[in-house]
C-alpha cells in the first residue's frame, strides 16, 4: 500500500468515527436534558472522540493537500466552508451557557446536520463547475 491510500483511508474512517459522534452527541439534545443544558452522561467522552476525529480529518487533510501539491478541485473550497459552518455550529450548540434556549441548539444541531450532508453529499458527486 501506499502512503496516500493509507492517509486516505485513516481521513475517511476520521469522518466516519465524527459522523457517528456527531449524531450520539445529538441524542444528548433530546434525551435525558437538564434545563437548557444537554444531557451530561458520556460527555467527556463525546468531546474526546469529537475533538479526536476532528483533528484527524484536519491533519489528515492538511497532509493529504500536500501529497497533491496543493492542485485543487474548485469544490475543495465549498468543503472547507461547510466544515467551518459545522465545526461552528456545534461550538454554538454545545457551549456551557445558560442564555442559552434548548430550541437554539437544536438549531445549531440541524444546521450542522445540513453542513454534514452537503459536505459528504459534495465529496460523493464531486461536482465540476464551469
Known sequence: MDAHLIVKIIH????????????????????????????????????????????????????????????????????????????SSQIKAYKKDDNILLAQRRAGIVIGAIAFIGLLALVMIKPVFG
Open 12 to 87: 475517511m474512517s476520521s469522518v466516519t468515527l465524527a459522523l457517528v459522534v456527531f449524531v450520539l452527541r445529538a441524542l444528548t439534545l433530546f434525551i435525558g436534558v437538564q434545563g437548557q443544558q444537554p444531557n451530561p452522561k458520556g460527555r467527556v467522552a463525546f468531546v474526546a472522540l469529537q475533538h479526536l476525529s476532528y483533528t484527524l480529518v484536519i491533519l489528515t487533510g492538511i497532509i493529504l493537500l500536500f501529497m497533491n501539491h496543493f492542485e485543487v478541485q474548485p469544490w475543495f473550497y465549498a468543503k472547507i466552508i461547510l466544515f467551518l459552518v459545522l465545526l
